[in-house]
Structures are given as C-alpha cells and as structure tokens.
C-alpha cells in the first residue's frame, strides 16, 4: 500500500510540474508576425509595440492558465482518499505477556534454607517472572537473619500467629502438623490474595532444584491452566531413586492420581476451591483424598526436579534414610517450552498408557526379582489386592503405602518404575475402573 500512495504522489506532480513548464514556453515562445503558424493565434495575444502591455497580457494569460492548474490540482488531492491507506493506525494485536510464577519457600528453623535459597537464585533465568518469596513460621532468629540476608532478592514474609493450637490430647504430639498446615494456609492467602499472583511454586526450606526447575514449570504452566482435568503439576517422583529411572528419559513426564508435593504449581482457581476447607492439620494427606482430588490427575516427571537434603524435621525423618536421600535429581537440562506437551491431554494420554502397560508382556513377581526377563521391555506385572500390591512393591523397592487406595506415583492403579534396566508397570487387572479408599 505505501509503495502504491508513492508511486502515485510522484506521477501527480510530475504532471504537475511538465504541464506548468510547457505552458511557459508556449507562453514566451510565440511566433512573431508573418512567421507560419501566426494566423492560428490569437490576434490580441500578438506582440506588438507595446512592451509593457505584452508582458501584461502574457501575465494575464500566465495567471490564468495558473488558476486552471489549481483547479486541476485541487481534483488530485480531493481524491487523496483512493491512495492513502484507509486506516493508518496498525491493528492492535494482544501479544500475552510471560505470565509471573513466584516462588513460595516455606521456612521455620532451619538456617539451611541458604542452600535452598542460593540454588534458586543461581537458576533463576528472571526476578520479575520469578519472584522469591520466603514465608517463616517459627520465629527462629537464625534463620530469620539468613533470609534478611538476601535483601531484595527475595521478600521475607513473617508468619504473625506463633502461638499453639488447641488440639486432642492424643494429637498432641502432632502440634507440628498442626502449625505447618496453619502456616501453609497463612502463606498461599498472602500470595494469592494480597500480592494477587495467579499461580505459585511452592517448595519447602530443604529442597534443592534442577538446572531446568524453572524451564520445567513455565512449560507446564499453559498445560496446567488450559486442562481442567489436571490440578497440580509436581518436580518431584516418589519412586525416583537412581537405579529406579531411565536415565535416558529425562524429558519424559507422566499424568499420576497421586498428589507428589515436594516441589508443586497450583493456580489461584484451585486454591479458592481448596482454601475454604483447608485442614487444620496433615494437609497433604488431605489433598490425596478423593473429596479433594475429584478425579482429577497431577503431572509429574521420570527424573525428579527436587531433592530433600533435610532429614530433620516434623516427621522425624520418615521414609527420608530408606528412600529421599536416594531420590536422583536431574543434571542435564531439558528445553521443556519447546517440546510438545499435547500427549499430556487426558483422553491421549490415558488411551496411549493404557495401550502401552496393558499390551506389555505378564510377567510374575519372581521373573522380575530373579532377573530371568527375556527382551527389553516393557513388561506388566500384575497385582489383585491390595496385599499383593504391597508385597511385590517392598520386594522391588518402591514404595509401598497407599492414600484412599492410590499408590504413589499411580495412575489409573499403575505404578511405572525401572528395574534392571527394563521398564515394569505394576499393575491391576484389566479393566480398572475406579480406586478402593480401603486400600491404605
């Protein structure tokens, strides 16, 4: 369009311009008296002797061809409309801007934050995209001096409320569940509701992160919020011990029923839901029941993106000697936001799993535990109880609780895991349609 309008700019005035020429030369160079071609002009426009009254006349004529060309010009630019662009204002196209995910570090007392923290702020590819906020409860000055010391990299939110919680004389013992899930409820309501963020990564004080712990949440993100059938995304893998994973498959991502934790993104439309009924203590194992899951899956990977260094703390280090301190975390980073993420979708996803474990070769318990697997795999090995299911996972190595009748990691009551270098799916019959809340 701009190369047209020049074009036509340009033309106009040179015609413009040739035709005023020709006419002044017309003008000065008519022929004298008795020269051919006189009799064809105009006897009163002929010099004569009169020098001054041919030059006026000649101005007369000038003037009068000038105000023919004004005219003649005045009809170009009335037609300005055809050459210039109908609207010079360029649309406006809404380019969405990156969303901000913050970070929330849950601390009380443990001055090792600082490893948590200094990882976090090595990766960290953008403080406006990635905002680190520290939430204490406690009151511990230590710690509380470690996380000022950050200054302006991070904000350090204080937990007010201190005090104990009246509780049953036999949970007692359990004050410290009581006040984390309190904590936790304080902490995503400041997020949430007065710093008004749309969606959060929530890792506690002694977790440390992968090189694409960030990288692996902004790609997630999108799959989170355009998926309803999906309510969390977690870093971590509850059976991901090394030796328990493919090394090989480090961008490979799952859809579990099993809420992971340990490194997880919720979004503000989920926690109004869950807020309002927040329990008062274990807060976790809540998450995991079907009241609050309602059907509904979170993603996690095969390589955990955190891992927990500390063994200290309210649950006394349960499970940490036997299977955390174990857990590999991921050291080669994945481009995750340029991968396609679309077999995550629910009906994909579960049609093409499904596919995969129930086309799998049966194998028995003792095949898998002996060694005595022929070809790479995969293979099913399957369960039909819930005692079955527990014995076969202590025996192989993964863990073996279940909450409301899902075993960690499990999808659809199918537990992946390596074993040997062969991939083994520990699952149920065919035909599994929902999970038994007896199982736990």
């Not at 801007?97 to 990766?123: H, W």
């Not at 694409?212 to 919020?225: G, K, Q, T």
């Not at 899951?293 to 390589?303: D, K, L």
């Amino acid at each position: 369009m701009f190369r047209k309008r020049s074009s036509f700019i340009l033309c106009g005035t040179f015609l413009f311009v040739t035709w005023n020429a020709v006419l002044v030369l017309l003008l000065w160079g008519r022929a004298p008296q008795g020269q051919p071609g006189a009799g064809q002009l105009d006897p009163a426009s002929m010099p004569t002797d009169d020098v001054v009254g041919d030059v006026m006349r000649v101005a007369d004529s000038f003037e009068l061809e000038l105000a023919k060309q004004k005219e003649i010009l005045s009809q170009i630019l009335s037609h300005r409309s055809l050459w210039k662009p109908v609207n010079r204002k360029r649309a406006k196209v809404d380019v969405p801007s990156p969303p901000v995910i913050p970070i929330l570090v849950i601390a009380c007392n443990r001055v090792t934050v600082r490893r948590c923290l200094d990882k976090l702020l090595e990766l960290r590819p953008s403080a406006q995209l990635h905002p680190i906020i520290v939430s204490q409860d406690c009151g511990h000055a230590a710690t509380a001096d470690v996380i000022a010391s950050y200054g302006d990299k991070v904000t350090h939110l204080k937990q007010p409320d201190l005090s104990d919680i009246p509780v049953r004389p036999e949970h007692k013992k359990f004050q410290g569940y009581y006040k984390i899930s309190r904590h936790y409820r304080w902490a995503l309501n400041q997020v949430f509701r007065t710093l008004s963020h749309s969606s959060v990564v929530i890792v506690e004080d002694d977790l440390e992160v992968a090189p694409d712990f960030f990288e692996y949440f902004r790609a997630l993100h999108p799959v989170l919020r355009s998926d309803p059938t999906l309510w969390c995304a977690s870093a971590w893998n509850d059976n991901g011990r090394d030796g328990m994973v493919d090394p090989s498959q480090s961008a490979l991502l799952y859809r579990t029923d099993f809420f992971p934790g340990l490194g997880w993104m919720l979004l503000r439309e989920a926690w109004e839901e869950l807020e309002p009924k927040w329990p008062s203590s274990f807060w976790d194992d809540w998450m995991r029941q079907p009241e609050q899951r309602r059907g509904r899956a979170c993603v996690r990977p095969e390589i955990s993106r955190t891992l927990t260094f500390g063994r200290q703390g309210v649950s006394l280090g349960q499970f940490y000697d036997k299977y955390l301190k174990f857990i590999k975390l991921n050291s080669e980073f994945v481009p995750f936001t340029k991968l396609d993420l679309a077999y995550l979708q629910e009906d994909a996803y579960q049609t093409s799993f499904t596919k995969q474990v129930y086309s799998a070769a049966v194998v028995t318990y003792e095949d898998v535990k002996q060694g005595r697997l022929s070809g790479t795999g995969p293979f099913r090995l399957q369960y039909s109880s819930k005692d079955s299911f527990k014995v076969m996972a202590k025996n192989l190595g993964i863990m073996d609780d279940l909450k409301s009748g899902v075993p960690r990691t499990g999808y659809r009551g199918v537990v992946s895991f390596f074993y040997r270098g062969r991939r083994i799916y520990l699952a149920p019959p065919p035909g599994w349609s929902r999970y038994d809340p007896t199982w736990s």
